[in-house]
């Protein structure tokens, strides 16, 4: 009878969402149809549009104005640390002026690759070693070194200030649960989704065209995982370790420092992990605003159409990315074990013995540099080149496929990516504030509602609602095909351990690969345009969609599946019925974060052609319009918040169902 009553009180609100959502629907048919009697319903009339990006500019010309003061402060504080990387890892230190100046060298890169080995079997043994320094070394041998110190220089001095910040930000978050809920947590949701271009604006208007813009331009990309990793691990501490504190006689100080923060120091190496790739990825795109080094060497080569040199300059940032994501995993797998007590006398010798002969082999590399030019830098004689092949390869598969491949681009252009296109633009702006409001609604009442109507009526009232749909049809249609994909492979990963093993090691390097990377091989084979962004946005979003299915369905707890087998249940049907229904809040996680990762790729593939908002981000880029690119950042980071705003309110929801 329970089971009875129970179900018949949760059908009446089902069937009278379905016929809300049907009256909703039909609503806005109608007002689609009728469009030419209610013109202002489904093309937001020009003459309401409100100048948002005029009071930006205008903003922003007030602060140039009245605090450059305080922003050549800045300039020149950050650019003395910035200075003397650079000129440590990639450029000589001038010491003095006219003739009487003498130069000191740069490190010499076979030290470099040394203290890159040393580095890696210290952190993780033998194997680590090879892979850390041969992705240095590979770096040398194609020529890259030079760019790859410059980019390198810029992520030793941003990353400890992110971390630094980070760490700063997360204890007064954790510390003051106000200051998390109505500070903290809106500040990381738009610094994590406003597009990585629009940073570069503000930065360019207010810095100039220098290294120090990147470097700031970086740090606030970047910071937010810090921020998370910090607040995550001081909550995930035992109550019991904070409690054995206070009876020892600690201060709120020591407390912090020497017993919560260590105690959190695997998830805090997490986040420093989070925050070198980050920092890595968007090193690449604040080339644009004088960073240069092995992103301004892409975007040149992609800019002049040279494949060849655009991949070797791509294929070194992955291999600068992969030896500081596997480093620091390392470190943090170290630190996660527990430091080897060293004995408190000891020489510096023998407690950091990896650390001492690094820098000694650095020195001595380096003064010998002062004698023998091949330390120096690298000889041009041992240096080679696959631009040539890359190029042959191109043209190869050009000559032999083309016809097919051009069928196929022009295939999907035709039926599926044009007509989608124009019933995205061609939706009524009003009819989908309403149907996102009501979805909030439903899945969180109406604080959600509002949250989402407001933000999705942001991009129409400032007038770009065409540019906003544009972008939406191609992120939509990029993540389910990512979803498409990467679902299944998941599930295959959690019932095959074999397989997992298999795709877990291309799913890592699909995601350190930096985004700019995607682009290039799909721009060889399809040229610019929609395809060619949408190709390239599929395989980047695809792995959280992999990783958060395989781990749903394996945290899913043995006793339900033994329960279901003892019940009876066919390895299928405990599939289907237990594991798969326990996991799908995970999964929706996935689903998430695979729509925000297509959301961040699309902007970057403005470069190859698309007519979205990210286009208007470059736009405004090129003509220094800070109004108008921060504007159209702030619809994006919005289209992003409404989708997870959304999706978790969602997850949040089955989790409480499942219990």
Not at 413 to 439: D, T
Request: net charge positive.
């Amino acid at each position: 009878m329970t089971v009875t009553a129970s179900a018949s009180e949760q059908r009446p609100p089902l069937q009278r969402w379905l016929v809300i959502w049907a009256v909703a629907l039909a609503a806005v048919l109608v007002v689609f149809l009728m469009q030419d009697t209610f013109p202002w319903a489904v093309n937001y009339p020009a003459s309401a549009v409100v100048p948002v990006s005029d009071w930006v500019s205008a903003l922003m010309v007030w602060i140039k104005s009245n605090l450059s003061w305080l922003t050549r402060s800045i300039t020149a504080v950050l650019g003395v640390p910035l200075d003397f990387a650079l000129n440590l890892l990639a450029k000589n230190f001038k010491i003095g002026h006219g003739a009487e100046a003498f130069t000191l060298p740069r490190l010499s890169w076979v030290g470099v690759c040394a203290a890159a080995f040393l580095a890696g079997y210290a952190a993780g043994g033998r194997k680590l070693s090879l892979l850390v320094g041969g992705c240095f070394l590979y770096i040398a041998l194609f020529g890259q070194w030079t760019s790859a110190m410059l980019t390198l220089a810029l992520i030793s001095i941003a990353v400890p200030f992110c971390i630094l910040t980070g760490l700063f930000v997360g204890i007064w978050g954790w510390r003051k649960p106000w200051a998390e809920r109505l500070v903290v947590s809106p500040a990381l949701d738009l610094m994590q989704t406003i597009p990585t271009f629009a940073y570069l604006i503000p930065m360019l208007l207010l810095f100039g065209n220098s290294p120090v813009s990147a470097m700031i331009a970086t740090a606030i990309f970047a910071t937010p995982p810090m921020v998370r990793a910090t607040m995550l691990g001081l909550n995930r501490v035992p109550l019991e370790i904070g409690e054995f504190s206070d009876m020892a006689g600690c201060t709120a100080r020591q407390k912090l420092w020497r017993v919560l923060l260590p105690s959190a120091r695997p998830t805090l190496m997490v986040g420093v992990n989070q925050v070198i790739m980050l920092a890595l990825n968007m090193v690449i795109i604040a080339s644009m605003i004088g960073a240069g080094g092995l992103g301004y060497d892409v975007l040149l080569a992609l800019r002049a159409l040279k494949v060849g040199e655009a991949m070797e300059a791509g294929l070194a940032i992955v291999a600068l990315a992969i030896a500081l994501d596997r480093l620091s995993q390392a470190i943090a797998h170290k630190q996660a074990k527990g430091r080897v007590h060293q004995e408190a006398n000891a020489g510096l010798w023998r407690r950091y013995p990896n650390l001492t002969l690094a820098i000694a082999v650095l020195g001595v590399t380096t003064l010998l540099g002062l004698f023998v030019p091949a330390f120096a830098a690298v000889p041009k004689a041992i240096t080679f080149t696959t631009a040539p092949l890359w190029k042959a390869a191109v043209n190869w598969v050009t000559i032999n496929f083309f016809d097919t491949i051009e069928a196929f681009r022009v295939a999907l252009i035709l039926n599926v990516l044009n007509p989608l296109r124009a019933f995205c633009e061609g939706f009524p702006w009003l009819g989908a504030v309403f149907l996102l409001g009501l979805a909030g609604y439903q899945l969180s009442g109406l604080r959600l509602a509002a949250l989402v109507a407001a933000l999705t009526a942001f991009c129409a009232i400032t007038g770009l609602w065409e540019k906003t749909m544009a972008t939406v049809y191609l992120c939509g249609i990029s993540a389910f095909i990512a979803c498409l994909i990467g679902i299944p492979i998941g599930l295959m990963a959690a019932r095959s351990d074999r397989f997992e093993k298999v795709i877990t090691p291309i799913i890592d390097t699909l995601q350190v690969l930096p985004s700019f990377c995607f682009i290039i091989p799909v721009v060889m084979l399809f040229r610019v345009g929609d395809v060619t962004a949408m190709i390239a946005t599929v395989a980047f979003a695809v792995v959280p969609a992999i990783r958060y299915t395989n781990h749903g369905i394996r945290q899913v707890p043995p006793a339900l599946i033994e329960a279901a087998k003892v019940s009876g249940c066919t390895p299928r049907q405990t599939f289907f019925r237990v594991q798969l229904p326990l996991a799908l809040p995970e999964i929706m996680l996935g689903v998430n974060q695979t729509i925000l990762m297509a959301l961040a790729m699309v902007i970057i593939c403005a470069m190859v052609g698309t007519r979205d908002l990210g286009q208007e981000v470059f736009i405004a880029l090129s003509k220094a319009d800070s109004g108008r690119g921060i504007v159209a950042g702030l619809a994006i980071a919005f289209i992003g918040i409404v989708a997870d705003r959304l999706f978790s309110a969602w997850t949040a929801k089955a989790r409480a169902k499942l219990g």
